[in-house]
């Protein structure tokens, strides 16, 4: 079974900064896609950003970036610029190419001071 | 954009009671995937439709079932209610296959059992 870890259970950064949250994962597979999602305090599960392990290329969404690193299994997300409404829960999760349901990890929330 | 909606969005129910939650995909999407969240904890998947055909079953307690139907809309109907099944119960859909995997997740039904 997969298994998605998200070592920072809280983080804070300063509005105008740049922010980057892990995670790792681990699986048996080769050909796989793994998400970013943002849950602010509404608890609206909202899409970030996407990437598809068979693709090098880092993802990139506005001001979102990801750091794939495929032999490592770790998936970064880098916020820049961030802005109060990135304020939320930020999760990772995991789906495999033939299967259907997303892994998630324990997530991390994401505080942006003014 | 049409996102996918979720009827109702807040319900509160006795132990013993029934509860039947309702998702709406987006439209021309067919595989629509039900996922439970507890206060302070990840989504966890429940189960996933295709075509209106089971195609995954997760963590799903035995007094639940669902089903999806010719329009593709979905009904997840929950039996002998428990305390335990308070929680935010998430619908999500995606795209026909062949296209996109991404789930797009609708606003969330908060069930609470007194």
């Known amino acids: 079974a997969q298994t998605v870890t998200q070592s920072q259970p809280e983080m804070s950064v300063q509005e105008a900064e740049t922010v980057t949250l892990s995670c790792t994962y681990d699986t048996s597979e080769n050909n796989y896609y793994l998400f970013w999602y943002k849950q602010p305090p509404s608890r609206q599960m909202i899409l970030v950003i996407r990437q598809e392990a068979y693709k090098q290329q880092n993802a990139t969404e506005n001001r979102f970036s990801v750091n794939f690193q495929k032999a490592a299994k770790s998936f970064s997300l880098k916020i820049s610029d961030s802005q109060l409404g990135d304020t939320a829960m930020y999760f990772c999760?995991?789906?495999?190419?033939?299967?259907?349901?997303?892994?998630f990890g324990e997530g991390t929330q994401l505080t942006v001071n003014p | 954009a049409a996102g996918v909606i979720q009827s109702p969005r807040h319900l509160i129910k006795e132990k013993r009671e029934t509860a039947t939650l309702k998702c709406y995909p987006i439209?021309?999407?067919?595989?629509v995937y039900w996922y439970q969240q507890g206060p302070g904890q990840d989504p966890q998947f429940l189960i996933s439709?295709?075509?209106?055909?089971?195609?995954d079953k997760g963590s799903i307690p035995d007094r639940f079932s669902a089903q999806q139907f010719s329009d593709y809309h979905s009904e997840l109907n929950m039996s002998s209610l428990e305390l335990g099944d308070s929680a935010l119960y998430f619908c999500?859909?995606?795209?026909?296959?062949?296209?996109?995997?991404?789930?797009?997740f609708g606003p969330g039904t908060r069930l609470l059992v007194l």
């Open positions: 999760a995991f789906l495999e190419t033939s299967g259907s349901r997303l892994t």
């Open positions: 999500a859909s995606s795209a026909p296959k062949g296209q996109s995997k991404t789930q797009y």
């Open positions: 439709f295709y075509e209106k055909m089971q195609s």
């Open positions: 439209p021309r999407h067919d595989t």
